[in-house]
């Protein structure tokens, strides 16, 4: 029972992950394709990912019924440390190394992703015993 509410709690975060991903990829590679920095673009679109997805998270994925305030607070110290992880990696494969943006971001998606499911699990969304 347990392996499989673990398994559809993977497939609904990938649905949400991959939904507004795409969406937001998309919106990073048109800003900045207009003229916005890629590490202003990243960071705006982070607090767009955070916003919409904790809802879709909260409710869908894990069914939370956990305080909103407290699940909250964690929900952005995770996608805090994330950021500085996909800033950082901006910073050193693109400004350091010279690799283009579009495909150091395009990379860091999915270890940002998985940080962030296994982080939601045990501490963020974690059941309350």
């Keep these: 029972m347990i392996r499989k509410a673990l398994g559809w709690q993977i497939v609904?975060?990938?649905?949400?992950?991959?939904?507004?991903?795409?969406?937001?990829?998309?919106?990073?590679?048109?800003i900045t394709s207009i003229g916005l920095g890629y590490k202003l673009a990243m960071s705006?679109?982070?607090?767009?990912?955070?916003?919409?997805?904790?809802?879709?998270?909260?409710?869908?994925?894990?069914n939370h019924q956990g305080y909103l305030n407290v699940t909250l607070l964690r929900y952005i110290v995770i996608y805090?440390?994330?950021y500085l992880i996909n800033l950082g990696a901006l910073v050193i494969f693109v400004d350091r190394f010279g690799y283009p943006h579009q495909w150091v971001q395009g990379?860091?998606?999915?270890?940002?992703?998985?940080?962030?499911?296994?982080?939601?699990?045990i501490w963020v969304f974690r059941v309350q015993e």
């Design 80 to 82: 805090g440390v994330c």
């Design 12 to 30: 609904r975060f990938g649905i949400v992950g991959i939904a507004s991903n795409i969406v937001l990829y998309m919106l990073y590679c048109g």
């Design 44 to 62: 705006l679109l982070y607090v767009v990912g955070v916003i919409q997805t904790f809802f879709f998270n909260k409710k869908w994925t894990f």
């Design 107 to 121: 990379v860091m998606i999915p270890v940002v992703a998985v940080s962030l499911f296994v982080m939601q699990k």
